[in-house]
């Protein structure tokens, strides 16, 4: 670099600070945490102006002795943050072996310690102290650039594209840091088209390293930005490999990996499964004042990476079979892993209504999961959620926030056969809730996006008509299974897996737990017990074949 970047009014310095959160992302190393990081690292003395490490880089950690340190947009080389003597670059991607989001320069003449991200990983996993100041912050540290959306990465394209919304979706629950642009928004879509070929239609992602991809899938959004941690091939093993990172898999993998097993996870979509969608878990032991989904699975996800478990997403299992060395499992892309035990834990998938509209405005005012983006894109309307079961009523009463009214809609005559009682009083004392039994609904309508819903009620004989901003469709899910065919893997007549002695199914070294087992209770608690507990059987196995 050959000039001071450009610092504009949202640059963000390591000394401020706002909240709890701040205080949590720029901590004082003790002095035995100090000692621990200088002698696993080495001292530099960068020139002003040198770059340290580029977007998409993997990066070390740098503790600013003198001096500091510019994290770059490189979509416009503006300065984002600057890193002040006494505190340290990184953030929680860095120990997932994820490329830096940011660049990374010297801020003058500065003196720098840098720690090499393995040696990192050994202080973490061995220092009870650095592990636990050094995790908080880097999680804060995410937290904060999505709170900012700041990162390097911009989402374009049009509000009503449903293609978008699934980036949107993919990035917040992977918890990528990013920022939405719309079309509609002149100014702003101006600015990125300003350093960025933008295409005429069609939802955009622009990365850090300023690749522009038109239409892009959300593996394709992984890959650009480097967390699709794959990089697999017929020679890659593990100990033991969890197919699904939702309540179970994420406890397995965090057990398994705790008792010193090599562990990989694989998941398709995004950590927490169908729970990580939920606004408010009320009932899991430990947390009064619940816990959404998204938070769970976040915090569960630090544990498996403190204790060196792998992520490889967003892939799918397509298969598996025995090998002479252990369990072939084949990726989506036709890598394949080998691992000497396997756990399924891939869950369910959602049950599709079928009613006329609903597929063909899916993402565009119809979803399957209320999260926080589909909930701020019906602010002050009126919303429709169907379901009867805890998944739905969590769902509505986070809907109330933002929405006009919620309309609940249920099929049966008494919600207290299929939710839980406190669910119920909440739901049937809340005064933008609306509940309607033995309704069933039979079509969505809307132009670019959800506009009007009807359905029958069965009660008054009669059909209802509503302007809705938003259908929520949460009616129970479907084992997800089909990828276990041809693999040997005996199924009950509704597809779940069957298992015996516990969690072990017909083929050797393949256990199930959660939500696709038979006969498992379809809770997050008992999912989180089943992946903890199941570690016992898979050690078992391993002992008896070495």
Known sequence: ????????????????????????????????????????????????????????????????????VWLLDRRDDRVVFVVEPGDFVGELGMLMAQPAFLAG????????????????????????????????????????????????????????????????????????????????????????????????????????????????????????????????????????????AGPAGLAAAVNGA???????????????????????????LGFPRGIAGAELARSAMLQAVKFGARLISPRSVTGLFRGQDGIRVRLDDHDVVTARAVIIASGVRYRRLGAPGTNELEGRGVYCAATETE????????????????????????????????????????????????????????????????AQLTSARGTDRLDQVTWRDELRQQDVELAAGALFVMIGAQPHTGWLEDSGVELDAKGFVLTHDGFATSVPGLFAVGDVRAGSIKRVASAVGEGSVVISAVHGYLGQNR
């Open 1 to 68: 670099m050959s000039s001071v970047p450009a610092i504009d009014g949202r640059t963000r310095y390591s000394s401020h600070r706002e909240d709890a959160l701040d205080d949590q992302a720029w901590p004082e190393f003790s002095v035995e945490c100090l000692a621990l990081l200088e002698s696993a690292g080495e001292v530099l003395r960068p020139a002003a102006g040198e770059v340290l490490w580029e977007a998409g880089d993997p990066y070390d950690l740098y503790l600013v002795r003198t001096g500091g």
């Open 375 to 438: 909930a701020l894109a019906s602010a002050g309307r009126d919303v429709v959620v169907v379901g009867g079961a805890n998944s739905a009523g969590q769902a509505a009463l986070f809907l109330t926030r933002h929405a006009n009214r919620v309309h609940v809609l249920i099929r049966r005559d008494n919600l207290a056969e299929t939710m839980s009682d406190y669910l119920v009083q909440r739901l049937t004392h809340h005064e933008r809730i609306t509940l309607h039994h033995r």
């Open 105 to 244: 320069a010297a801020a003058g003449d500065c003196t720098l310690l840098r720690v090499p991200i393995d040696e990192l990983r050994r202080l973490v996993a061995t220092s009870v102290e650095l592990g636990d100041v050094m995790l908080s912050a880097l999680d804060a540290r995410r937290r904060l650039l999505s709170r900012w959306g700041e990162g390097g990465l911009v989402l374009a394209g049009d509000e009503d594209d449903r293609r978008l919304h699934r980036l949107q979706e993919f990035a917040e629950r992977n918890q990528i840091p990013y920022r939405t642009v719309l079309r509609s928004d002149r100014s702003g879509w101006a600015e990125v088209a300003a350093t960025s070929a933008l295409p005429a239609e069609g939802p955009a992602v622009v990365t850090a390293r300023r690749q522009v991809l038109a239409a892009p899938t959300t593996r394709d959004l992984a890959t650009a930005i480097g967390i699709d941690l794959g990089g697999t091939d017929d020679q890659a093993r593990c100990d033991l490999l969890v197919v699904g």
């Open 258 to 284: 705790s008792e010193g097993l090599d562990v990989v996870l694989v998941e398709d979509v995004a950590l927490g499964g169908q729970a990580g969608t939920s606004s408010r878990i009320e009932n899991y």
